[in-house]
């Protein structure tokens, strides 16, 4: 057993019997998981984040995605928006856990492309397989797992686009990542502009500082 001890004297036992990724996924189902943290299973190694996600550079950026792809779905009937929370499994990349956002379009989710998963008190808690987009927003302590592991793992599992986003610094970056032969490729960009070939649509980020003096964030999107 592998115990941690986080954030308030907070205890995380691992069971010593996680040991791959079928058996963390047995552990997601058990009483004892930790919901409320990042956990993973990454490429052979039980990853968990127990820091707090920070407001204006990480909650906020997630919020303004969700609220403009879940529009763009339900205005074109295209596919649905999961936030966080989601259970995305792969094994071909070797990964289990929570993407900051994911994207699936119906033609992906009617095909064996993905299957839903019930959870052991009923419900659909986990989509295995490869989803048409995965979101992640960087902080300071998901830099490896977001820039070396999720994109070596997302690209094993062949999912088409991995969209990463740093609002941290002064300037904010927002990659579309585009599967190719041997890696992730960033789509060009075009004035602050990223085509995505999922949607057919480019995106940028935008932020600005609200009536409050506090960040502030909008994608938009355009033909």
């Known amino acids: 057993m592998i115990t941690f001890i986080g954030r308030d004297e907070q205890v995380i036992h691992v069971p010593s019997w996680v040991r791959d990724i079928t058996s963390f996924r047995r552990w997601t189902d058990e009483d004892d998981f930790p919901r409320d943290l990042n956990v993973w299973w990454l490429k052979g190694e039980v990853w968990i984040d127990m820091s707090k996600e920070d407001i204006f550079s990480h909650l906020a950026v997630k919020n303004a995605y969700g609220y403009a792809l879940t529009g763009i779905a339900e205005k074109e009937k ?3 928006f999961i ?9 071909a990349g070797n990964i289990s856990g929570n993407p900051d956002g994911t994207f699936i379009t119906n033609t992906t989710l009617l095909s064996d492309r993905v ?3 019930e959870g052991k008190r009923g419900g659909y808690v986990e989509i295995q397989g490869s989803p048409d987009v995965v979101l992640e927003v960087v902080s300071r302590r998901s830099l490896k797992k ?3 592991i999720l994109r070596q793992a997302y690209w094993e599992a062949g999912i088409p686009e991995y969209w990463l986003v740093d609002a941290r610094g002064d300037r904010v970056k927002f990659d579309i990542l585009r599967h190719a032969a041997r890696g992730y490729l960033a789509a060009p960009k075009r004035g602050g502009w990223v085509k995505s070939t999922v949607f057919g649509r480019s995106f940028r980020l935008v932020r600005s500082i609200g009536a409050t003096g506090y960040p502030e964030y909008k994608l938009e999107w355009r033909k």
């Not at 936030?83 to 094994?91: E, R």
């Open 115 to 117: 299957r839903l998963i």
């Open 146 to 148: 977001d820039l070396e």
């Open 83 to 91: 936030p966080d929370g989601l259970l995305l499994s792969n094994f």
């Open 78 to 80: 295209f596919g649905m």
